[in-house]
């Protein structure tokens, strides 16, 4: 495991737009502390097994507005570890065309 030294030097991790017209978009993080980086979450595509905090509309949209996880800085690698998911789901999509 990485020391926190280590992890703060790790730039690519971690970005902030406070002009955006909707930061922060999430409530429950510190502001220092939330990140844009995965604004758009790439684990939405995994539905249900995204692991966050979502809930469906009565139209049956998933809405992620409650969830904070993508946006919590220290999750950076607990979303980059789901992406050979993501992978699978695009291969399998794929072949299935």
């Keep these: 495991m990485e020391n926190q030294k280590e992890r703060v030097t790790r730039h690519y991790m971690f970005f902030q737009n406070k002009e955006c ?21 790439p684990l939405y595509a995994l539905g249900e097994a995204c ?7 009565q139209r049956g949209i998933k809405n992620c507005s409650g969830c904070t996880f993508p946006h919590r800085r220290e999750n950076y690698d607990a979303v980059l570890a789901r992406f050979p998911e993501l992978a699978e789901l695009a291969r399998r999509r794929d072949h299935d065309k």
Excluded: A, K, Q, R
């Excluded at 692991?51 to 509309?57: A, D, E, I």
């Design 21 to 41: 017209e909707m930061f922060p978009c999430h409530t429950g993080v510190p502001e220092e502390s939330f990140n844009c980086l995965f604004c758009y979450c």
């Design 51 to 57: 692991g966050g905090g979502f809930t469906y509309t």
